[in-house]
C-alpha cells in the first residue's frame, strides 16, 4: 500500500494566502520525510467563497519540495482548458519531477463553475474526450493533424516533451457507471492510467463502483492497472471525539460549498442540498482514532482492490496542526496496520 498526499487548496477568501501556502510547502516535506510516495493537488476555480489555488502553478512550486516522489493532478477539470495548454504544463510539470508525473483529469460537476469559465456545461464530456486524445498524441506524436468538434490543429508540433515515455499515465474521474465505463476506454492500464473514486461518495458506493471499473476492463479485453488509487477524506487523532471537535467545523465548512454547488442532491443523489455533520461523515469521512481509521480503511481498501491511498487530510479553514497530526499518524500508526491486514501475495 503506497500513501498520497492530497494537497487541497482550497482557502477562505480572508486567509493570508501567502501563509498557507507556506503550509502546503510543510506539507509535502512532511509527507517526502514520513515516506509517503506522491503529492497530488485539487482543482476548481476561484469563484465564490472560496480561493483555490490554481493547479499547475501550485504543483510547480511543491515539486521543488517534492524530490523523488511522484506529482499530479487529482483532478484536473479540463475541458476549461485548451487541450494544448494543458499538454504542455503537464509536460513541463512532467520535465520538473524528473519523470513522475500523473495527470488526472475529469469532466467536472459544478455547472456554476463552467459558466464563468465560459464553456458550455453540456459540452463538457465531448470536450473531455476529445481533449484527452489531443492530449496523448500531442505527447507521443512529432506532428498531429486533428479535426475535432472543438478543436482543430494542423501540423501541430508540441516541442516541450514528458521526460517520461511514452508519455505520463492518466487517472481519470467520475461518479457514475457511464463515466467509469468511459473511463475504462480511455485508459491504457499498462502505461498507468486508471479510474479514481471521488472522496465524496460513501465506501459502499465506491465499492460498488470499483466493480465497474473491473468488469469494463475485462470486456474490453484489458487487465486492470497495477496502480489502483483510491481518494479518500482523512482525519486521524487521539480518539474520535477529538477528531470531531477540533477537525468537524472545517469539513462543515468546505461541504456547505459544495453542497451550495449541487454537490448532493445532483451528483451524491442524497435528494437534500445539504448534510448535517453526522450523515455527512458517515461513510465518507475516515475519522478518529488510528486503530479505528485503519480498520475503515481496510475494508474499504479490500472491497475495492485498491493499492494506492491518496489522503485528502485538509478542509476549508483548517489548523496546519491538525493537517500536520494526521498526517504523522498516518505513517506512524495506520500504514502500518494497513499493510498488516494485506493479503500477502504467494
Not at 477524506?233 to 477537525?247: G, K
Request: hydrophobic share 45%; glycine share 10%.
Amino acid at each position: 500500500m503506497r500513501l498520497t498526499l492530497f494537497i487541497n487548496p482550497e482557502h477562505r477568501p480572508g486567509d493570508a494566502l501567502d501563509r498557507r501556502m507556506a503550509e502546503h510547502l510543510e506539507q509535502v516535506r512532511a509527507a517526502r520525510q514520513a515516506g509517503f510516495d506522491g503529492v497530488v493537488i485539487g482543482h476548481h476555480l476561484s469563484y465564490g467563497g472560496a480561493v483555490w489555488f490554481p493547479p499547475f502553478e501550485t504543483l510547480a512550486r511543491l515539486t521543488a519540495e517534492a524530490d523523488g516522489m511522484t506529482i499530479g493532478t487529482c483532478m484536473l477539470v479540463l475541458p476549461q482548458f485548451h487541450p494544448v495548454h494543458v499538454a504542455q504544463q503537464a509536460a513541463f510539470l512532467d520535465v520538473l519531477s524528473g519523470g513522475r508525473l500523473v495527470l488526472g483529469v475529469a469532466p467536472g460537476w459544478q455547472e456554476d463553475e463552467f459558466r464563468v469559465a465560459g464553456v458550455p456545461f453540456r459540452e463538457r464530456f465531448g470536450r473531455f474526450v476529445e481533449a484527452v486524445s489531443l492530449i496523448e498524441r500531442l505527447w507521443t506524436e512529432d506532428r498531429v493533424d486533428f479535426s475535432g468538434r472543438y478543436v482543430t490543429l494542423e501540423g501541430a508540433r508540441l516541442v516541450l516533451k514528458p521526460l517520461r515515455r511514452p508519455r505520463p499515465p492518466l487517472w481519470f474521474g467520475g461518479s457514475t457507471a457511464p463515466a467509469i465505463e468511459r473511463a475504462a476506454r480511455l485508459a491504457n492500464p499498462a502505461l498507468g492510467d486508471s479510474w479514481v473514486p471521488s472522496s465524496h461518495l460513501t465506501d459502499d458506493v465506491i465499492a460498488q463502483q470499483a466493480g465497474v471499473f473491473r468488469g469494463a476492463l475485462a470486456a474490453l479485453g484489458k487487465k486492470m492497472p497495477a496502480d489502483f488509487p483510491i481518494l479518500r477524506n482523512i482525519v486521524v487523532a487521539p480518539d474520535r471525539e477529538t477528531a470531531l471537535r477540533e477537525a468537524g467545523p472545517a469539513i462543515a465548512a468546505s461541504y456547505q460549498l459544495f453542497g451550495a454547488a449541487g454537490l448532493f442532491r445532483n451528483i451524491v443523489g442524497s435528494g437534500k442540498d445539504q448534510l448535517e455533520l453526522p450523515e455527512l461523515i458517515a461513510g465518507r469521512v475516515v475519522i478518529g482514532a488510528p486503530e479505528d481509521c485503519a480498520a475503515a480503511l481496510a475494508r474499504t481498501i479490500a472491497a475495492g482492490g485498491f493499492t494506492r491511498l491518496i489522503c485528502r487530510i485538509q478542509w476549508l479553514g483548517m489548523e496546519q496542526r491538525l493537517v500536520l497530526r494526521s498526517l504523522a499518524l498516518l505513517a506512524e500508526r495506520v500504514l502500518p496496520l494497513l499493510r498488516a491486514a494485506a493479503p500477502q501475495e504467494p
